[in-house]
């Protein structure tokens, strides 16, 4: 048995969401991270004998790698705190949809379309993770209607995306986060390293914290191959 990390390090000022602003500004989502109280701050409180630091660490929750739950799109449907830990520990499969270009819609491969995919977490690798941390990530390849339309008749439970959004960022009606979350498939954003599943018999691990109220969470993603 071994684990496969496949998140993103959470850090201060790391990439996130780029949203345009009426004025044309830019609102720029990202983590913010800094001691709360410092190791000498500390120290006056325990006689010069023990300190400690604690952390203040603040982010927009759709950042980094995460989950959405169904309110997120749907505000009268269950948020991050309501998700029970059954519903995202999963039987996983990764894809390999590498080799596609940016604002490209993709479709299942015919391969898939026939595989018993009912409560799985299928994750699809298009390999996007190399471009972390540059302006290329920010345009990105995406799930075509088709395949949002098959994942749903295959009964997934979960769909996963080395991409920073399963949907294509034009399309207003975001079908993706529309359609899945509807019937309570979550998404989970911005995965990495999933070029390391290909062929391998896992389980997907995507548990947020328990926060009442939030609509999605930054998790620590990772997969423990049989």
């Known amino acids: 048995m071994r684990f496969v990390d496949l998140?993103?390090?959470?850090e201060?000022?790391?990439p996130g969401f780029k949203l345009k602003n009426d004025d044309g500004t830019i609102?720029?989502?990202?983590?913010?991270?800094?001691?709360?109280?410092?190791?000498?701050?500390?120290?006056?409180?325990?006689?010069?004998?023990?300190?400690?630091?604690?952390?203040e660490v603040s982010f927009q929750s759709s950042v980094g790698t995460y989950i959405d739950s169904p309110y997120h799109r749907h505000r009268a449907m269950r948020d991050i705190s309501q998700i029970a830990l059954?519903?995202?520990?999963?039987?996983?499969?990764?894809?390999?949809?590498?080799?596609?270009?940016?604002?490209?819609?993709?479709?299942?491969?015919?391969?898939?379309?026939?595989?018993?995919?009912?409560?799985?977490?299928v994750l699809f690798n298009f390999g996007w993770d190399q471009h972390w941390g540059t302006d290329a990530y920010f345009e990105y390849p995406f799930l075509s209607r088709d395949a949002l339309q098959a994942l749903i008749r295959a009964g997934v439970k979960l769909v996963g995306v080395d991409?920073?959004?399963?949907?294509d960022?034009?399309?207003?009606?975001?079908?993706?986060?529309t359609w899945l979350l509807a019937r309570e498939i979550f998404i989970v954003e911005?995965?990495?390293g999933l070029d390391q599943l290909h062929g391998q018999a896992f389980t997907f691990?995507?548990?947020?914290?328990?926060?009442?109220?939030?609509?999605?969470?930054?998790?620590?993603?990772?997969?423990?191959?049989?």
């Open 169 to 177: 960022s034009h399309d207003p009606e975001r079908p993706a986060h």
């Open 86 to 121: 059954e519903e995202v520990i999963l039987p996983g499969v990764v894809i390999d949809v590498r080799g596609h270009n940016a604002f490209e819609a993709v479709s299942l491969p015919g391969a898939y379309q026939s595989l018993d995919l009912a409560g799985e977490a």
């Open 12 to 14: 201060d000022g790391m």
């Open 27 to 55: 609102t720029q989502f990202t983590a913010r991270v800094h001691p709360f109280l410092t190791h000498d701050q500390s120290r006056p409180h325990y006689q010069g004998k023990a300190e400690f630091e604690i952390t």
């Open 190 to 192: 911005n995965l990495r």
């Open 205 to 226: 691990f995507a548990v947020p914290l328990k926060v009442k109220r939030a609509a999605a969470m930054p998790l620590r993603a990772f997969a423990q191959i049989e």
């Open 163 to 167: 991409t920073i959004n399963v949907d």
């Open 7 to 10: 998140s993103h390090t959470m």
